[in-house]
């Protein structure tokens, strides 16, 4: 018990730097093959509500190596086949186009692909150039790579029509109009916010400026709400349906949370009392409740609202903030690293869901929540579903590290050095160097004859980072009464 203690008390030492990993965004690289899967037998999109077709070569073989090239070349017949099946546009069918769109245009793409978002963009070539259309697709691991936004370009390489599909059902529920003279210039926007088939929201602009938004979400013909823009996408004012405490929420927003939470609570009552228990207008309030009572120490409301956010069918696009937010304060404020656990996984499975592959920072978070509450085989898993990956340094660092811990309380001590050894080579500053040595100090503790060397990884650790010294003294302590 004694030695689970101590082994909690090293991986507090650390939290700071994880913490800071968590918001940040580490450099990592979605492997050629998993794109390949996605492109070829695993790809789908989805034509309307009701029918998906596959597209690419479903059951082809896999090339003998993967590479930039041919991702680039799968890509281009994915796109040909959408065109022709979906759009029925005439698509790029002679073989000076096809090389232009591939080097040009699509191989580009594959960096960003592989690095930032898992999307990319096709394009129509009619033989005739007067109109291009572009769609962008998104990879969702259940869905395939399926269509996010539509774009018709003119002759003048100026965009006609945007439209998008947020509700991943395959149609479009927001669309944007533009002059077809003046360069980006809105003239209409009209979106299907509640998923009926009709719009409900209707944006309205003056000589390519926005002066009015009007809602009627539950379309009964009156528009529960009014906001007034000045023509540079500034709010004036709103009327209608929980305006007044929602200006008043604003106002208080960076001077005084209390009163910008109770504002905020008020207005949601409005949306209840006028639309039932789920409304969509909720949602980003009750993240910023979430949000601002975690700046007050209010933790256990921060968990009610939690529970108010996920029950609504309509926050889909809070959700995954929300669980992330919600793991956060389990694990560093309430210490329910059960919850924490629990919270972790589920954010991990809806970021897969979203993005097609595990998020680096959720994992650590993971990894974390399951050495708290003594499960290391479980967070030898979580972290081994990214380890393979392109990491920057720091993101190496911790990953190593962790395995490294994982394992040493699983008593792998082969694997924890060799996993501890790794993330030294990756360490960027002292900070992190000292923290591998002192967890190698604490393992060579626990092998027989191990002292020395022991000693002689606390000393490195306490000479990179003094603050070290006590928690040595106290280490050595009780492993001594234990050994007696």
Known sequence: ?????????????????????????????????????????????????????????????????????????????????????????????????????????????????????????????????????????????????????????????????????????????????????????????????????????????????????EEDYDEDGVKEKICYYNGEEQLINCKGLGAVNQAMAEKYENNNKSKFIYYLNKANEEYYQKFGNSPRHVCGNLLNIMKSEFELGLYEQVSMNYELLLQNSNCNKEKLDAIVFHAFTNLYKLKDYKQAAINYREANKTYVEENGWDSVELSLGLALAYLKIDEPKKCIVALNRIKGRMLNYEGSYMVHYYLGSCHLDAGDYKDAFDHLKRSQAFAENDVQMAQSYLKLGVLYRYLDGGEKQSDEYFNSAIELNPTHENFVKEFKKRKTFLAE
């Open 1 to 213: 018990m004694v030695k689970v203690q101590l082994r909690r008390k090293i991986n507090l030492v650390f939290i700071v730097s994880i913490y800071f990993f968590l918001f940040a965004t580490p450099a990592y690289s979605l492997p050629l093959n998993y794109l390949w899967e996605f492109l070829d037998t695993a790809s789908m999109v989805q034509l309307d509500q009701a029918h998906r077709s596959y597209f690419g070569f479903k059951d082809s073989p896999a090339p003998n190596s993967y590479n930039r090239e041919t991702i680039a070349y799968r890509i281009h017949n994915f796109c040909h086949q959408y065109y022709r099946k979906k759009l029925k546009e005439p698509a790029s069918l002679y073989r000076p186009q096809i090389e232009d769109l591939i080097w040009n245009f699509y191989l580009p793409q594959i960096r960003d692909l592989q690095t930032k978002k898992p999307n990319f963009i096709c394009q129509s070539t009619p033989l005739e150039l007067k109109r291009k259309t572009f769609v962008e697709f998104q990879l969702d691991t259940k869905l395939g790579f399926y269509p996010i936004e539509w774009k018709v370009v003119n002759q003048s390489n100026k965009v006609e029509v945007r439209q998008a599909n947020m509700n991943k059902n395959g149609v479009p529920d927001t669309f944007i109009y533009f002059d077809k003279i003046k360069p980006n210039c809105i003239t209409k926007k009209i979106v299907d916010s509640n998923q009926s088939g009709n719009p409900d929201i209707n944006y309205i602009y003056n000589n390519c400026k926005l002066v009015r938004v």
